[in-house]
């Protein structure tokens, strides 16, 4: 079965320090990739998707994630995060219905 | 332009009641999934509405739950008899149409509480 994988559950960085977020998925030729941020007390927000074409995709607030096959990964970075990035980000597949991964807790520190 | 919505925002029962969540989806959209947020168990998928197509029930937990789309827009999402473990906040999503490719708007959720 299809399957996405965050292994990190809670990670904590410096505000202005690089962020990367790891997601790795399994089976599937073509998997259609999302990103969304969860704000507390907020619904999903969609940050980015990728679905063909350049691996590297831009997404809003600054973000982007890079779509690495041979890894069958999809990992979300951010050169410089703020303390408003911190909230619950998840990864997803779509097979129409989004198969999510477990999220991963974003804290920011001052 | 309006987003998903959801009422009521919180919900609190009895162990053994029923209870009903509804879901407002972006005007025009054509799809509708239903997600349960839980400690436990994630985000996972529950139940999806294309159209007049009958739905994809394949995520229902149990036959306590079930959802129905009046009107190719507002759903409801019933569960019956709750129980504690039904406790979880449950998320509604739209898109325009139903694909894998297709952008999923989400609802701010209504959090049940079954005592």
């Known amino acids: 079965a299809q399957s996405v994988t965050q292994p990190d559950i809670h990670i904590t960085v410096s505000e202005g320090a690089s962020l990367e977020l790891r997601c790795n998925y399994s089976?599937?030729?073509?998997?259609?990739l999302f990103w969304y941020v969860q704000s507390p007390g907020q619904g999903l927000q969609l940050l980015l998707k990728?679905?063909?074409?350049?691996?590297l995709v831009q997404g809003i607030k600054g973000f982007e994630a890079e779509f690495k096959r041979s890894q069958s990964s999809f990992n979300l970075r951010k050169p410089s995060v703020h303390w408003s990035d911190a909230a619950e980000y998840f990864c997803a597949r779509s097979q129409g219905n989004l198969i999510f991964g477990k999220g991963t807790k974003l804290s920011v520190k001052p | 332009g309006a987003g998903v919505s959801q009422s009521p925002s919180n919900k609190v029962t009895e162990k053994g009641k029923d209870v009903e969540l509804r879901c407002d989806p972006i005007?025009?959209?054509?799809?509708l999934y239903w997600y349960r947020q839980s400690l436990g168990q994630g985000l996972e998928f529950l139940i999806y509405f294309q159209g007049n197509s009958a739905p994809d029930k394949s995520g229902l937990p149990s036959d306590r739950f079930s959802a129905e789309r009046t009107g190719g827009s507002v759903s409801t999402l019933t569960i019956q008899r709750t129980q504690q473990e039904d406790s979880a906040v449950y998320l509604c999503a739209s898109s325009l149409v139903r694909g894998a490719v297709d952008e999923q708007f989400f609802g701010p959720g209504t959090r049940l509480t079954v005592l």
């Open positions: 089976y599937g030729a073509t998997p259609y």
């Open positions: 005007s025009g959209h054509t799809a």
């Open positions: 990728y679905f063909s074409g350049d691996t």
